[in-house]
């Protein structure tokens, strides 16, 4: 699987917009661009995927650069119960491992 | 939305026995689903492969005699803790898929030996 770059750790003050960046340049052109994330204690949880367009649903939006090297998952308003390790994944088409990296610990000031 | 029921949420043994986890798709057929174990401040980190009807894949340097894995049914999968010991302590989760839709997680099975 290609391999994504996340930052360690992200802070962000409640109710602002949380841009979430994820690097993956060695990305395929059938890799989609996945997203999860995982509260203290609890499994991971979907929260979006693309492949080339940008993607919005009820809990966020994801960004895709052109050259689909990195993306960025967007939360519009964070509130606390954002807080979570989130983790952006490649899944080559038709290949259902999820290979998980470290994510990005993020954290929301009241 | 789809929802996978892991079950026990924890559970404390003593070392040298063996623990059953659960993993149920509760309104979906899940052809294949997938153990994870997760350690303090670590990421998920995949141990096999369950298939319905058929043996499971299991990742290298994880040792199948040990984790024993069982996929019954298209709604079903269980992992075996055989003889465990303290090292065997950790988060485990489970994960089922239908088709190409994303994954689904269960909350989790935290397991302590003692």
């Known amino acids: 699987d290609a391999k994504t770059t996340q930052p360690n750790s992200m802070e962000s003050n409640e109710e602002e917009p949380v841009h979430l960046p994820c690097n993956h340049s060695?990305?395929?052109?059938?890799?989609?661009i996945h997203w999860y994330r995982q509260l203290p204690s609890q499994g991971p949880e979907y929260v979006i995927h693309g492949l080339t367009s940008n993607v919005n649903n009820r809990m966020a939006s994801l960004a895709i650069a052109e050259d689909r090297k990195s993306s960025t998952l967007i939360l519009h308003r964070a509130t606390l119960r954002d807080a979570a390790v989130y983790y952006c994944i490649l899944i080559l088409g038709g290949n259902e491992k999820l290979t998980f990296g470290t994510g990005t610990r993020l954290t929301i000031i009241p | 939305g789809a929802v996978v029921s892991q079950h026990p949420s924890w559970v404390i043994c003593k070392s040298g026995t063996s623990v059953k986890i659960e993993c149920r798709s509760l309104d979906f057929q899940a052809t294949t689903m997938f153990w994870y174990r997760q350690f303090p401040k670590q990421s998920l980190m995949l141990m096999a492969t369950?298939?319905?009807?058929?043996?499971?894949?299991?990742e290298q340097g994880v040792e199948k005699d040990k984790f024993l894995i069982n996929h019954a049914s298209l709604t079903l999968s269980t992992l075996t803790v055989t003889s465990a010991h303290p090292e065997d302590s950790s988060f485990y989760i489970c994960?089922?898929?239908?088709?190409?839709?994303?994954?689904?997680f269960g909350n989790g099975t935290r397991l302590t030996v003692t």
């Open positions: 060695t990305i395929s052109g059938t890799d989609y």
């Open positions: 994960s089922a898929r239908s088709g190409i839709s994303p994954l689904h």
């Open positions: 369950s298939n319905e009807g058929s043996k499971a894949t299991y």
